[in-house]
């Protein structure tokens, strides 16, 4: 077992994230969290029929199709897609709002670089249990949709999907929610990753709507952690970049009754989102992505 | 409140900032880009009123903490805080003017006034810098004892001295002082008079004066001997200042020589001859009042023969005229005394000179007018038309005259002017005419002046003997006065006799006729007399004086007792700085509790 201390699923992700590109930082991540887990490898998965090829020395006679072989004369081996029982569509906001860190790039992620980092890290982790994982990302429309999928090139369509432009001036979550029912049939599970800054009643009928459908919802709310303490000082115009909202405040002034609303919002969603059977996590930016995986995990350990 | 450093109340300006931050602080122009806006609102408007309070308390709380800061830079002092007075600056103005001698009660007002300067004077602690300042304007500085010791051998003043003089000595005495308490500590009788010219003074005052109206006072407010030579008859006028009729008495030398009594406003007139000779001293007494010392007033008057003159035909046939009407009425005689005559006819002096009738005659003139000892010669005739200017003459046209040139040292008098010019000058034993006393040269001998003039002239200047001063000299009690040249010695009507030299010198400080003594015989007189005005006891409030002297930094008191306290009040004044920065501190420290606390509460 590796150390703790070496552990990249436990390191500070800004640090993280200037050793290497998005890819192999989502490993070193898994790695580090599988290596901490006690891991009983799943059996039982079911096959799936996915195309033909022809025989080579050495292939399972158990997977020739005799019939063709009767018929034609030639000898062909029936190949196999592995199943999981879990299909995993991950929904990553890319709004402008996710473009933003309350602090010099040295020190924190963007919330949107911590997400897509998560986002890789977990699909990563879900490939690697033979599940299916798909991606969507959004702002004010739907930038990518991925279907999920257990192969291994899925992963790389991931990252590579991930590098794509977002920063729309808004975050239409509830369309996003409504593609993902739509790409994933079947009972499956839903991660958001979102920094939830919509209105709580816009978002719970398409959240509603998957719990209906049978999916696991979990909801990673990232947060930087200025936004969750206001650690902004001074006297200014705090502007929202995705609206015209713009309200004057001094930071020390009203400090403490930010803290408190934040708090109280924080509830709510926990609160709306329990209330519907789904998962809430809140993930500050400067945290390690362990807290997230472990979730995301604990989810998928009760799906069969 | 003082300050010791009243520029840094400028400092409390800056109370202003967190006052102008809070009202302005929706009007901010920095822009920060913040994704939960919407949180920053909806916290506003879950806590606005919180948010409202908390503000104004951290901003109440922040100017108070400027001001005090400011203040205590200020190096405030604070009444009230510790016991007794501090250190205090105090000038004490008695008045012992004439006025305090008005007696209330049976007792003189100003032994009231030095009773209440002695329970000042002992409520002073060694701390404490003292000055005593008397109406005559002395300033006395010293220890409490020294000062007691002062007051109790002073005695009123025989004039009306200079209180506004004596306040700005006082005022001057306590500026000086780098005492934090400044005070001038005034006892009066608040005479109107006496104090109508004084200026505000700047610092604080307290004034203690009797609140009771004056006494009713009668005073002879003046008399005098008409004219100031009689040869030998003269009259004698007085005026009496009473509410009501009042008996008088007038007393030349040692004898009274009229008695009557005069209803309210009517002047007292009386023609005498009497036989007494030389210089001599009169008064004019009324019945005593509870203010005696305007009772009496004094004058002097020159008791002699009439001067005999004789006047050339050079002088003018208006001269002449002139003499024959001064005869008739006794006050001149015919005989060689005193001569009037061209200059170049005159032999010897005194004479009242005149220039000569013919131009041609104008070198003789001169050379005679040298020969006299007479310092001024006539220079070239001038016909412009002229005014004079002098007393009884002002007004009086001037045709042709000559030009009048100063020659020697010898001092003289210019008695008039014409054209800017001397016209008429004096000095010892002559008296020298820039016209001929012809309506051709000038009105002169026409005018209804020109008698009067004329034995002013010959009573004054040309009749009196030689070293005479011929008037007597007025003065108020101590005031200064110029003595004829060769004056020995003053002395009274009692024999008192003073040394004195000629020139500036200083009246007695005692009412009455002091005789001039020069070469054993009386030359001359000073009369002193109280001012007029020191009979009018009109009194101010306390308090309207108090606010003339000091404004609102003027306190008036009616008792001792009061005064005193007044007069320490501004040494309980104690240094705040101490308190000011405690509270400062404190209220660093309810910002910072009000601070956390709103935190808490809110959160």
């Known amino acids: 077992m590796e150390s703790p201390a070496l552990r990249a699923d436990l390191t500070d992700p800004a640090a993280l994230a200037s050793l290497g590109h998005i890819e192999v930082v989502a490993r070193w991540i898994v ?73 010099p790039s040295a020190q924190r992620l963007t919330k949107r670089a911590y997400a897509e980092q998560l986002v890789a890290a977990l699909a990563l982790l879900l490939l690697r249990q033979r599940d299916a994982v798909g991606l969507i990302r959004f702002d004010d429309a739907i930038r990518t949709s991925i279907p999920p999928r257990a192969r291994t090139t899925q992963w790389r369509r991931i990252v590579a999907a991930l590098a794509e432009p977002g920063g729309g001036r808004a975050s239409d979550l509830a369309n996003a929610l409504g593609q993902a029912a739509r790409l994933v049939t079947r009972r499956g599970m839903m991660v958001l990753v979102t ?20 999916h696991d919802v979990t909801v990673f709310h990232v947060m930087d952690p200025a936004e969750r303490r206001f650690t902004l000082a001074g006297e200014a115009q705090y502007e929202d970049p995705e609206s015209a909202l713009a309200v004057p405040a001094a930071g020390a002034d009203v400090r403490a009754a930010y803290e408190s609303t934040v708090t109280t919002v924080i509830a709510e969603w926990r609160e709306a989102l329990a209330a519907m059977g789904a998962g809430y996590e809140l993930v500050l930016t400067d945290q390690p992505y362990s807290l997230a995986l472990r979730r995301a995990f604990d989810v998928r350990q009760r799906r069969p | ?92 103005l008695l008045d012992n003017s004439l006025s305090t001698t008005a007696l209330e009660g049976g007792a003189p007002v100003f032994e009231r006034l030095r009773r209440a300067t002695r329970a000042l004077l002992l409520a002073a602690t060694p701390t404490d810098r003292l000055w005593l300042v008397t109406a005559d304007g002395r300033l006395r500085a010293g220890t409490r004892e020294a000062l007691l010791a002062e007051v109790d051998a002073m005695a009123p003043v025989q004039g009306r001295g200079d209180l506004p003089l004596a306040l700005r000595r006082a005022v001057a005495a306590v500026q000086s002082a780098a005492l934090p308490a400044r005070v001038v500590a005034v006892a009066t009788d608040a005479q109107r008079t006496s104090w109508t010219d004084a200026a505000r003074t700047g ?42 009729s009042v008996g008088f008495r007038v007393v030349l030398g040692e004898r009274t020589i009229a008695r009557g009594a005069v209803g309210r406003g009517e002047p007292v007139a009386l023609r005498v001859a009497p036989p007494e000779r030389g210089w001599q001293a009169g008064r004019v007494e009324i019945e005593p009042d509870d203010y005696p010392a305007d009772d009496a007033r004094h004058f002097a008057v020159w008791i002699g023969a009439a001067p005999s003159v004789s006047a050339t035909p050079s002088a003018g046939p208006f001269v002449s005229t002139a003499l024959g009407v001064l005869a ?53 005739i001038d016909r412009t038309p002229g005014v004079a200017r002098g007393d009884r003459l002002d007004g009086t046209a001037v045709r042709e005259r000559y030009r009048l040139v100063r020659e020697g040292a010898a001092p003289s008098d210019t008695l008039a002017t014409a054209g800017g010019a001397p016209w008429i000058v004096a000095g010892l034993r002559y008296v ?68 004195v030299g000629d020139g500036t010198s200083t009246a007695p400080s005692e009412r009455g006729v002091w005789f001039i003594l020069a070469g054993g015989r009386r030359v001359g007189a000073v009369v002193v007399n109280a001012p007029p005005e020191e009979s009018s006891l009109a009194r101010w409030r306390a308090g309207e004086l108090a606010a003339r002297l000091a404004g609102r930094d003027g306190r008036a008191s009616g008792t001792a007792d009061a005064w005193v306290r007044d007069s320490f009040a501004a040494g309980t004044r104690r240094p705040a ?27």
Do not use: C
Not at chain 2, 27 to 41: H, I, S
Not at chain 2, 206 to 235: F, K, L, Q, S
């Open chain 1, 31 to 103: 790695d580090g969290f599988l290596s901490g887990l006690h891991r009983s490898p799943r059996k039982g998965f079911s096959v799936e029929f996915a195309e033909f090829r022809p025989y080579q020395p050495g292939d399972d006679l158990r997977y020739v199709d005799w019939k063709i072989a009767a018929r034609a004369d030639r000898w062909v081996v029936k190949q196999y897609e592995e199943e999981t029982n879990l299909r995993a569509t991950l929904v990553l906001d890319v709004s402008r709002s996710m473009d933003w860190r309350g602090a």
């Open chain 1, 195 to 214: 920094d939830l800054l919509v209105d709580v009643e816009a978002v719970m009928p398409a959240l509603r709507g998957l719990r209906a459908a049978g």
């Open chain 2, 1 to 92: 409140m003082s300050f010791l450093a009243p520029l840094w109340l400028l400092l409390g300006a800056a109370a202003a900032v967190p006052l102008l931050l809070h009202l302005l602080r929706r009007n901010v122009t920095a822009r920060v880009e913040f994704p939960a806006a919407r949180y920053l609102q909806r916290a506003e408007q879950e806590h606005s009123r919180s948010l409202r309070l908390r503000n104004l308390l951290l901003m109440l709380l922040r100017v108070l903490l400027v001001l005090a800061i400011a203040l205590a830079a200020a190096r405030p002092f604070v009444a009230g805080l510790g016991v007794g007075h501090g250190a205090t600056a105090l000038a004490i």
């Open chain 2, 203 to 244: 610092i604080p005052v307290t004034v203690h004066a009797p609140v009771a109206e004056p006494p009713r006072n009668r005073a002879v407010v003046a008399a005098g001997a008409e004219p100031t030579r009689w040869t030998p008859r003269g009259a004698i006028s007085a005026r009496i200042d009473a509410p009501d």
């Open chain 2, 328 to 380: 008739a009425d006794g006050r001149a005689s015919a005989g060689e005394a005193v001569r009037i005559a061209s200059a170049d006819a005159v032999t010897t002096l005194p004479a009242l000179i005149l220039p000569p009738a013919d131009p041609v005659r104008l070198g003789a003139a001169n050379r005679e007018l040298a020969r006299l000892g007479v310092p001024w010669r006539f220079a070239a």
């Open chain 2, 432 to 499: 020298l005419v820039g016209s001929r006393l012809d309506p051709a040269a000038t009105d002169l001998p026409v005018r209804a002046a020109f008698v009067p003039w004329l034995a002013e002239m010959l009573g004054m200047r040309l009749g009196a003997p030689a070293g005479d001063l011929g008037a007597p000299i007025f003065a108020e009690p101590g005031a200064p006065i110029t003595l004829p040249v060769g004056a020995e010695a003053i002395e009274n009507a009692s024999g008192t006799r003073r040394a």
């Open chain 2, 577 to 603: 700085v101490t308190p000011l920065l405690a509270l400062a501190l404190a209220l660093i420290a309810a910002e910072a509790i009000a601070v956390r606390t709103s935190r808490s509460t809110v959160a």
